[in-house]
């Protein structure tokens, strides 16, 4: 049954908030499952017969029962109470594909907790945390959109020890993931449009003339396996190719005239992957922002967080 207010009632008590924090008292909720329904109108049928039949035996029994669900209550409340909820630096993805935000669930007391799952990702039926330790956990997104993506609210739930009672706590993180936009698989070689002056003689990784054979890599483009080379012991063979030294390969949004912006986006993205794949150097042209040349991973990711954010990227070099 989905209860008309109860977004609104959630959304008022659980708010965006930075780690580390902490499941007290008043973040805890608990109701009993459906197994704890069943064992409660079991203990009424109990009480009733022990009551017609004026059976002392009966009623100790029942008595005892009804002790041990309170106490399993108590218990399943306390395996959440004051663990401490902290999340991780997450890595960035590519829109439409798998993302994780990883969270660590530390135990300051003296006593372990028990079996505590995230509701909201499907990443086993939970862990154990050791006294005085820490778990970790995965929580999955799977982003549609580019751009900065929030951790979204999650639950943290336990049915230690018996499962008759649910206890849960909402716990929304100040954090975010950055989405690249999804590299088009349709895209070709970007244009190559130089600028500078070098010595034509040195030579440096690029994509003009043709250079050497070397083994293949996990991660070169298709595009440059040497096919013909596949039968051989090493395996297949990828092309390597050159430019003159003190050249750079410039990506410029005026390129892509006709295409709307996040076609642009996504085709720009595709250029970044194959010229840091390939050894470029390489710039990069937005409106409004302008990367200088250069290579390696970090010019990489520096391309790739300026086309997540765009418009709002302003850097320039």
């Known amino acids: 049954m989905r209860w008309p207010f109860r977004s609104g009632w959630i959304q008022r008590r659980v708010h965006r908030e930075p780690g580390p924090v902490t499941l007290g008292r008043r973040r805890i909720f608990i109701l009993p499952t459906r197994l704890g329904l069943v064992y409660a109108g079991l203990l009424v049928v109990m009480l009733l017969g022990a009551t017609n039949y004026s059976n002392s035996l009966a009623f100790g029994l029942t008595f005892l029962l009804a002790s041990l669900g309170l106490v399993c209550m108590h218990h399943t409340h306390r395996n959440l109470l004051n663990l401490r909820v902290s999340a991780e630096r997450a890595e960035p993805v590519f829109a439409g594909a798998r993302g ?41 997104t799977q982003p549609a959109k580019r751009g900065r993506l929030p951790a979204p609210r999650f639950t943290l739930e336990t049915g230690f020890p018996l499962g008759l009672f649910r206890a849960w706590a909402w716990v929304e993180l ?16 970007a244009p190559r449009q130089h600028h500078g002056a070098g010595d034509a ?46 050249e750079a390969l410039w990506l410029d949004w005026g390129q892509l005239a006709g295409l709307d912006t996040e076609a642009r986006l996504s085709r720009l993205c595709r250029w970044v992957l194959e010229a840091s794949q390939g050894g470029d150097t390489y710039g990069m042209r937005l409106p409004g922002a302008l990367i200088e040349p250069g290579s390696g991973t970090a010019h990489e990711r520096r391309c790739l967080e300026a086309l997540a954010l765009y418009p709002h990227s302003t850097e320039s070099s």
């Open 100 to 140: 994780a935000f990883p969270l660590t669930l530390s135990n300051p007391s003296r006593v372990p907790r028990f079996a505590v799952a995230l509701t909201r990702a499907a990443s086993g039926s939970g862990v154990d945390i050791s006294a005085n330790g820490e778990a970790r956990l995965l929580m999955h």
């Open 174 to 189: 100040d954090v975010s993931c950055l989405v690249y936009p999804k590299p088009d698989d349709r895209a070709g070689a």
């Open 201 to 246: 003689a040195a030579q440096r990784p690029g994509d003009e003339d043709f250079d050497s054979l070397r083994a293949y890599r996990a991660g070169d483009p298709i595009r440059r396996i040497h096919w013909k080379s596949g039968s051989g012991r090493e395996g297949p063979m990828v092309k390597q190719f050159s430019s003159p030294a003190g």
